[in-house]
């Protein structure tokens, strides 16, 4: 009887060592597992610390880019004011040349209302030119009856064998003396009517040269105005042609030197947030709290990540011990029917034979109103 109580003494404790070395084992597995999630999330803090490294680089390398596309921007901007002075001495000297070319049209325009004054004064003066005109042909004609009747009179009195020139004139015969003096008055008359003619005939052809030089001037004058409007309004053309340009871009510099501004100060914040980074680094502290917000979010993704490849794992392992033959697979729980001794080197399963554990049906509801039996002390 004591060999019986020994035997069960002994294999009570044999199966209460074996149930804590399955409890060491299995805690040494979870061990395992959580010193290989433990190196996994190492390997991971590694990979992501290379990551981070390399996004530093690329924005380091990005800083540098921009500085240098900022140094371009302010070398454009240089460019586009060099170009706007260019643009306003442009406009300066227009507008220098649309004053002159106003004063000019001015002066042009005063000499024009001259010339037609000119112009009205001799067509005034043409009706009287009409008349001296018409009683210097009255004179001519008459100067021309007389030069022909004194060579008649003179054919007359050279002819001394004709009878008829002799007539015997009632009244005084005038002496010479005063034919002489009434030959004088006549050619004086004839030299101031000759003088006359001369004069209106050299006011004639003079007014006639004024006049034509007029016409030209004022059809040169003309055409000259034609030009000068054409010109100056292909130079206004070109002056707001060159206007709209330059506001276009004034407004292009403008956005630009605002973009430039952004970039900037972008930039300036990127640059304080590094240095944060670097001394919080130096002093062990993540590199900000956004960082180790996103490496704590990382982490815990990374977990549950990990957690949930394992519940899948367990799941299909679970799975498989529901998997039968034929392909199919049931819902009663697997039964062992071997186990791996500890005492082996190779872990092959032993079956269990007649002695297999035995699993007890869960107690149902009516086990609430069975008492739980008192064991006993064993006494050897």
Known sequence: MASIVERDSQRNEHAKQQHIHEAMRETKDQQKMDIMKLNLMINQAEEQMVKLRKRYEVAVQNRNERGLKLIERDEEVCIFYEKVNIQDQMIRNGEVEMKAREEEIRFLKMKLAEEK?????????LPEKRKLGGELVDLQIELQKIQDHLLTLEKNLENPNDDKRVRYIDGKDPSPPEMQAKIEELELRLAETEEQLLEKALIFEQTNRIVGRIKGKAESGKEDTLNLAKNVNEVQSRIKDTTRKMMALVSELSMNQANAMKLQQKLKENEVELEQCYIRMEKGEPPS????????RFLRDQERRAYEKEERMIAEEEGEQYKIAGGLYTTADPRPNAYIPDDDDLPIPRPYGSHAPFKPVEPGSSMRHIRKPI??????
Request: charged residues 30%; hydrophobic residues 40%; negative net charge.
């Open 289 to 296: 709290d956004v960082i180790d917000q996103d490496w704590l």
């Open 375 to 380: 064991p006993k002390p064993i006494e050897i």
């Open 117 to 125: 004054r000119s112009m009205g004064l001799l067509s005034k003066s």
